[in-house]
């Protein structure tokens, strides 16, 4: 099983990145995808998910209204649209994948590498 995360960089606040997540050695459509982040002294906390269809999205407080997580299941891919950034918005961002839909990043099977994204003038 692989998770590899990808698309992280430097942006300037305001700025758009966009992440994908792409996985590998497992059915990717029997899955739900998330999106979690960790900031250096904080906790890994939840960013976005999505259901094995895309019937349903979720996202956390903070990033509602600017961040769009989607997926392609025929490419076994997920995606995460980040506009209008923050620097509070700057972190390792890992995408992960569990069988139900959950916020807790204890209950997920699958774990990316991470990817960096900064935001910095």
């Known amino acids: 099983v692989q998770l590899q995360a990808s698309g992280g960089g430097l942006v300037q606040p305001g700025g758009s990145l966009r992440l994908s997540c792409a996985g590998s050695?497992?059915?990717?459509?029997?899955?739900?995808m998330g999106w979690f982040r960790q900031a250096p002294g904080k906790e890994r906390e939840f960013v976005s998910a999505i259901t094995r269809s895309s019937v349903s999205t979720f996202y956390s407080d903070s990033v509602k209204g600017r961040f769009t997580i989607s997926r392609d299941n025929a490419k076994n891919t997920m995606f995460l649209q980040m506009n209008s950034l923050q620097p509070e918005d700057t972190a390792v961002y890992y995408c992960?994948?569990?069988?139900?839909?959950?916020?807790?990043?204890?209950?997920?099977?699958?774990w990316g590498q991470g990817t960096q994204v900064t935001v910095s003038s």
């Open positions: 050695g497992f059915t990717f459509s029997n899955y739900v």
């Open positions: 992960a994948a569990d069988t139900m839909y959950d916020r807790d990043s204890r209950r997920y099977d699958y």
